[in-house]
């Protein structure tokens, strides 16, 4: 079927599009951008004071699947992202079994094409049963379409198993996501360590058990000449860390998440478990200090870490309490409502942190709106306001901290391929 949007206020930095225009689709794929187009027989979009963008790409979350579907699946999780914008999404190895093999690659694509709405990368472990051992089969696994590798939701503890991934990986031209945290700093503790933790009488993680470790990896891959990426930065020394290592020329990129922009650790109080998240909500400080970093192009990416958990994981005491949060459905309104109306980013930037760089760090053909190109495209209203309302979430899990939050910017359409899967807000 032939798609047009009308009117749109389109925004891509490739073709540096940044005013009103329409865009013809068909077969799946852009046929034509100008003004004035008409379409006789097909679907005609009015998107008339909407701005119409690459569709979000995320470089970082979780679907559960295989093995935790009681949390999340591919067809619950891809709902979910489709309605917070994304196209494509790109998910963690920490599943049951790991993603360690060509086997369970394939069977992610499979499901994928199956029970999935929008396009889903698999990102493959680093270590064999993300036990921090030996290295998984990362050449099987990327001529099985891993689009990167990582260990995400555990550190590689041994310096010499990173720094061989990173050379392994750096042949098969692939991003390595390093999930920066010193366990034995980390203490077992379950949220910031400071004034905060110390008044709820809650074992505390200091920032030092992540500095430490983006220390480590940033020397490693200026040893080794090879790219790293720092995965859901939280604090005021790795920003500077890394702002430092790219002075350096150090091949360094890095993500953060809205729930590091937009709270703090007083979030946790009244042993909120539903801000319970590692890295930890940290203070306010760190709180600027991001932002500063998503300004000035020293934090790259903005990515969810869409994090389901079923209720009963955190319905429970703090110390017991799973880490985590959904971040799908509330990522476009969270950058929208605490960096963009403030002043911090323009929306090109936003376009540039969740469209053009994951693809380009991922190795992606998206995040664009380009003639010949997929017609992956997000239409959102910039000034619609609502309150969050964790029922109404596609996803499997309600984990949110953002209930009852007032927001700005919604997600009006999600096309995906030329196909339509978001309608005026609603999942068709």
Same mark, same amino acid.
């Given at each position: 079927?032939?798609?047009?949007?009308?009117?749109?206020?389109?925004?891509?930095?490739?073709?540096?599009?940044?005013?009103?225009?329409?865009?013809?689709?068909?077969?799946?794929?852009?046929?034509?951008?100008?003004?004035?187009?008409?379409?006789?027989?097909?679907?005609?979009?009015?998107?008339?004071?909407?701005?119409?963008?690459?569709?979000?790409?995320?470089?970082?979350?979780?679907?559960?699947?295989?093995?935790?579907?009681?949390?999340?699946?591919?067809?619950?999780?891809?709902?979910?992202?489709?309605?917070?914008?994304?196209?494509?999404?790109?998910?963690?190895?920490?599943?049951?079994?790991?993603?360690?093999?060509?086997?369970?690659?394939?069977?992610?694509?499979?499901?994928?094409?199956?029970?999935?709405?929008?396009?889903?990368?698999?990102?493959?472990?680093?270590?064999?049963?993300?036990?921090?051992?030996?290295?998984?089969?990362?050449?099987?696994?990327?001529?099985?379409?891993?689009?990167?590798?990582?260990?995400?939701?555990?550190?590689?503890?041994?310096?010499?198993?990173?720094?061989?991934?990173?050379?392994?990986?750096?042949?098969?031209?692939?991003?390595?996501?390093?999930?920066?945290?010193?366990?034995?700093?980390?203490?077992?503790?379950?949220?910031?360590?400071?004034?905060?933790?110390?008044?709820?009488?809650?074992?505390?993680?200091?920032?030092?058990?992540?500095?430490?470790?983006?220390?480590?990896?940033?020397?490693?891959?200026?040893?080794?000449?090879?790219? !790293?990426? &720092?995965?859901?930065?939280?604090? $005021?020394?790795? +920003? *500077?860390?890394?702002?430092?290592?790219? #002075?350096?020329?150090?091949?360094?990129?890095?993500?953060?998440?809205?729930?590091?922009?937009?709270?703090?650790?007083?979030?946790?109080?009244?042993?909120?478990?539903?801000?319970?998240?590692?890295?930890?909500?940290?203070?306010?400080?760190?709180?600027?200090?991001?932002?500063?970093?998503?300004?000035?192009?020293?934090?790259?990416?903005?990515?969810?870490?869409?994090?389901?958990?079923?209720?009963?994981?955190?319905?429970?005491?703090?110390?017991?309490?799973?880490?985590?949060?959904?971040?799908?459905?509330?990522?476009?309104?969270?950058?929208?409502?605490?960096?963009?109306?403030?002043?911090?980013?323009?929306?090109?930037?936003?376009?540039?942190?969740?469209?053009?760089?994951?693809?380009?760090?991922?190795?992606?053909?998206?995040?664009?709106?380009?003639?010949?190109?997929?017609?992956? !495209?997000? &239409?959102?209203?910039?000034?619609? $306001?609502?309150? +969050? *309302?964790?029922?109404?979430?596609?996803? #499997?899990?309600?984990?949110?901290?953002?209930?009852?939050?007032?927001?700005?910017?919604?997600?009006?359409?999600?096309?995906?391929?030329?196909?339509?899967?978001?309608?005026?807000?609603?999942?068709?």
């Amino acid at each position: 079927m032939k798609i047009l949007i009308k009117n749109g206020h389109v925004i891509d930095l490739k073709t540096k599009l940044d005013g009103v225009y329409d865009i013809l689709i068909e077969g799946g794929k852009v046929v034509e951008i100008g003004n004035n187009l008409e379409l006789s027989n097909g679907d005609v979009i009015d998107a008339n004071g909407k701005y119409v963008l690459p569709g979000f790409v995320d470089a970082h979350c979780h679907l559960r699947d295989p093995g935790f579907e009681y949390k999340e699946d591919i067809e619950t999780g891809t709902k979910s992202a489709a309605m917070g914008g994304f196209t494509s999404i790109a998910c963690m190895p920490n599943t049951n079994p790991v993603i360690d093999n060509e086997a369970i690659v394939k069977y992610i694509f499979s499901k994928a094409k199956q029970d999935g709405v929008v396009n889903v990368f698999p990102i493959g472990a680093i270590s064999k049963g993300q036990k921090g051992e030996e290295l998984s089969e990362i050449g099987e696994m990327k001529f099985a379409g891993v689009v990167a590798i990582s260990d995400d939701g555990r550190p590689v503890k041994s310096a010499s198993l990173m720094k061989k991934a990173l050379q392994y990986a750096s042949m098969f031209d692939m991003t390595v996501i390093s999930h920066c945290e010193d366990l034995e700093l980390a203490e077992d503790g379950v949220m910031n360590e400071g004034y905060q933790s110390t008044v709820m009488g809650l074992r505390g993680i200091p920032s030092a058990a992540e500095e430490i470790m983006v220390a480590r990896d940033l020397i490693l891959a200026e040893y080794t000449k090879t790219p !790293i990426h &720092i995965a859901h930065v939280s604090t $005021e020394l790795s +920003v *500077d860390l890394i702002r430092n290592a790219k #002075k350096r020329g150090v091949k360094v990129t890095a993500e953060t998440c809205p729930h590091y922009f937009s709270l703090t650790e007083e979030a946790c109080e009244g042993f909120n478990t539903l801000a319970k998240v590692n890295p930890p909500l940290r203070s306010q400080k760190d709180v600027e200090a991001i932002i500063e970093g998503l300004k000035d192009g020293t934090v790259d990416i903005i990515a969810t870490d869409h994090a389901p958990h079923h209720r009963d994981e955190k319905n429970c005491e703090f110390y017991s309490a799973a880490n985590g949060m959904v971040g799908f459905e509330t990522a476009l309104s969270l950058a929208v409502t605490y960096l963009i109306k403030p002043g911090h980013l323009s929306l090109p930037q936003l376009v540039e942190k969740m469209c053009v760089n994951p693809s380009k760090i991922l190795g992606l053909n998206k995040g664009l709106i380009e003639v010949g190109k997929s017609a992956d !495209i997000t &239409i959102i209203d910039i000034h619609d $306001e609502y309150t +969050v *309302d964790v029922n109404k979430f596609m996803s #499997k899990s309600k984990n949110s901290p953002f209930n009852g939050f007032r927001l700005t910017g919604t997600v009006c359409y999600t096309i995906v391929e030329g196909k339509v899967v978001v309608r005026e807000k609603v999942l068709l």
